[in-house]
């Protein structure tokens, strides 16, 4: 489903590139100048275009960036800076010329610029924190956190000083997932806490929990990993 709707989107970004392209080569091929809607129009088209054409190639190729998204933060922070500006001007637009029907267009904007702030981890109007459990916490006590089947494996806390990108790297060199799965075990140990991954030994268990946990202190990172077992 998830690529379905990104081949949709990749499509209708190409598609409205194309009918960006289209306008200012009519309008410069007309040997006239634009009028400021044409251009806050060819803007919008191109961003709109910009951002339906990245976001529909990573679903579509299951590419998400190391930050588990489809934009780096930076990356949404500049686009809701842009839907803001753009908002502001179209609502200016609209004023000047008593088109105020026009005037629900920046308020679509406005949400736009607001949900990419969220997405790009700006906590507004008190969102909610992830949740970060105490070092000593064992998720092996939390029937919640326990997989089917699980005997032994490593135990990871989340925790809000360790950057994403870092747990994604370790859990890719330590643990020998892709990107792809690891990216999405960051994800999940963000949004609950902690996660724990199944070894086929204990040794292997620990191999990979003393490689994280060095890794994690020679760069000042507090994550806690650790191996766990069930039976004792």
Known sequence: MARFAGGVLFAFGIALTVLTIWIIVR??????????STTVLVISLFLVSAFCALVGY????????????????????????????LAIAVALIAIAHGQYRLLVAPLGLGVLAYYCLVAGGVRLFGRKPSPVFPPETSLLQMKEFVPAGFRCGIEILNDDRTPMRFVVSMLCKAAGLNETDAIRTMLEIHAKGGVLLAMASMDEARRVADNVTAEAR???????CRAVSLEG
């Open 27 to 36: 309008q410069f091929a007309g040997c006239c100048s634009m009028q400021s």
């Open 58 to 85: 990573r679903l579509l190729f299951n590419r998400p960036n190391r930050h588990g998204s489809l934009l780096p933060p930076f990356g949404w922070k500049v686009l809701a800076a842009v839907f803001f500006v």
């Open 218 to 224: 020679a760069s000042n990172h507090p994550l806690v």
